[in-house]
């Protein structure tokens, strides 16, 4: 037996988000993080975090510990530099994805990479489909796949070559700079989450989004995105 969903699209404005801000840190959540929670915000399919951070110069989050996590970091400005305690280390710039699998057990900190200029960057989280596995670490620069246009794997549990990989089968990040006119075809997956992490875009059948603004997709079909202005960046997780 089949069930089916009403098709639905929620959107979440910017000012919508949950926010943390203790001066070195200005922190946008989508969903429930930290003290923050509504019921209205437990996650996204297989999304369960999107922070959208502001780091200021020569501060970051110092070493602290994860488990069973898959957690990709999408710099948008900025540079951000990883350390873990498997021995990986790495300075992150945009168009440089990186995966970390958090596994049974890793202690990791990221910290911003300069003392005069703040990082941005947003930290998705996604449930894995496989628990205690080895903590993991990968990055790839995916600069000249997003210079083609469209939509560009970013991270994939499904093989995709351009993407970091990820323990979930039923998750894949997709991401895209756009020109204003530019549209790409959304994936048609239960679950869509689209965020404009810059510039603006529209929607077929919601209309406009700004910067910070994000639509929940569910069963929706293959919509479009429209950027409506330039150096759009819009980071689309396709998910069960």
Excluded: C
């Excluded at 948008?76 to 990186?98: F, K, M, T």
């Excluded at 990820?166 to 997956?189: E, F, K, M, N, Y």
């Amino acid at each position: 037996m089949t069930i089916r969903t009403t098709p639905t699209v929620s959107v979440q404005r910017a000012d919508q988000r949950f926010v943390t801000d203790v001066g070195w840190l200005d922190s946008k959540h989508s969903f429930n993080f930290g003290n923050h929670y509504s019921p209205l915000h437990n996650g996204h399919g297989l999304l369960l975090v999107n922070n959208d951070d502001l780091v200021a110069p020569g501060a970051g989050f110092g070493t602290h510990g994860h488990r069973d996590m898959e957690i990709v970091t999408w710099v948008l400005s900025g540079r951000l530099a990883h350390r873990d305690s498997e021995g990986n280390d790495g300075v992150l710039y945009p168009g440089l994805a990186q995966r970390m699998s958090a596994g049974r057990g890793i202690r990791h900190s990221e910290m911003n990479a300069s003392d005069t200029e703040p990082v941005h960057f947003v930290q998705m989280w996604v449930l894995p489909d496989t628990q205690g596995v080895q903590p993991g670490y990968e990055q790839k620069d995916i600069n000249d796949a997003l210079a083609e246009g469209g939509l560009v794997a970013i991270a994939s549990g499904q093989g995709h070559p351009s993407a970091v990989a990820i323990h979930q089968r039923g998750a894949v990040l997709w991401g895209a700079r756009l020109s204003a006119g530019q549209t790409v075809a959304l994936p048609a997956d239960p679950h869509v989450h689209v965020f404009v992490a810059l510039g603006a875009a529209d929607l077929e059948g919601s209309g406009p989004l700004a910067r910070g603004d994000a639509a929940r997709l569910t069963d929706a079909g293959a919509l479009s995105l429209t950027a409506t202005a330039d150096h759009t960046e819009v980071l689309v997780w396709a998910t069960n």
